[in-house]
């Protein structure tokens, strides 16, 4: 296993994630898409960030659609529950492949997500599969992007669609370590908007959406803090999360140094949808 799937490993993770419902008085058999909504986008503003992303990509109906880096699900069973696509979710750590079929199983998906374990730069598909390939907060563990993107184009049938939301370099210098996709900055490969527009147009896309959503995600943490902190003050139950389980011992530091680094400008959200020329 290498570091970047190590990073990720957790056993047992669909057992932990099934046992926090459990918790918080959600049986298995009782699990629906909102309950996993609050566990399973793991990317800055969830579910939200999730549906713009698919509302810009406008999915043709029965869209096939390709989920690089689709961690334990949540995005993929978005796509197929939202907007009745059929995807492919692709991830190179066998315990998240193996949670989000867990997951699929339990609020019955499992007919239109196939979960793969498998290399977002080497990838195991035919020329022009998929109408639509997704990658969300994944492509920072990814040396690689020129390889990956062009992979992405390659799988595409003409005038497909490429969308991603990604983590991207600040102007404030390099941030702390550890962060949520990365133990250290050795498996961290993060580059500026402008780079990742370039290799995209490079590898033959065309651009149709480039938006810096940063602001978004600060005005978002600054949101959750707060909520956080009034419910705390009033006593409430706390809120239904999967954090600590996702991310592992080191969970409140990935979480501090990922909010600082937002705050200070030394990280940025992007948000893009490139399209494969019909001709």
């Known amino acids: 296993m290498n570091t970047v799937a190590a ?6 993770l669909a057992d932990a994630l099934i046992a926090r419902l459990a918790e918080h008085g959600i049986d298995r ?5 909102e309950h996993l909504a609050a566990l399973d986008q793991m990317h800055v503003r969830g579910h939200p960030a999730t549906l713009e992303l698919a509302d810009a990509l406008e999915l ?6 390709l989920d690089l880096g689709s961690g334990i699900g949540g995005p993929a069973r978005v796509l197929a529950s939202a907007y009745d696509a059929r995807v492919t ?6 315990a998240l492949c193996e949670a989000n079929r867990a997951l699929n199983q339990l609020v019955g998906l499992t007919r239109r997500i196939t979960v793969l374990e498998g290399d977002a730069t080497n990838l195991p598909f035919e020329n022009a599969t998929f109408d639509r390939v997704v990658t969300i907060h994944a ?7 020129r390889t990956m993107y062009r992979e992405a184009y390659r799988v595409l049938k003409p005038g497909g669609r490429f969308g991603f939301y990604d983590v991207v370099a600040g102007p404030a210098g390099r941030p702390d370590f550890p962060l949520p996709w990365a133990t250290q900055a050795i498996d961290s490969f993060l580059v500026s908007p402008s780079t990742m527009s370039e290799i995209a147009e490079e ?5 149709r959406m480039f ?7 600060r005005n978002e943490i600054v949101r959750q803090q707060e909520a956080a902190a009034a419910g705390k003050a009033a006593g409430d139950p706390v809120p239904l999360q999967a954090g600590d389980i996702l991310m592992g011992p080191k969970a409140s530091d990935k979480q501090r140094n990922l ?14 949808v490139f399209e494969k020329p019909r001709s």
């Not at 920072?140 to 992007?145: A, E, G, L």
């Open 7 to 12: 990073h990720y490993d957790r056993p047992l």
């Open 29 to 33: 058999r009782s699990v629906t898409l």
């Open 60 to 65: 043709p109906k029965r869209a096939k659609v």
């Open 89 to 94: 979710a692709l991830d190179l750590t066998p």
């Open 139 to 145: 492509s920072m563990n990814i040396d690689r992007k």
């Open 203 to 207: 590898v033959g896309f065309r651009n």
């Open 211 to 217: 938006r810096d959503v940063t602001n978004q995600a």
């Open 259 to 272: 909010r600082r680094a937002l705050k200070e400008g030394r990280i940025g959200l992007t948000m893009a």
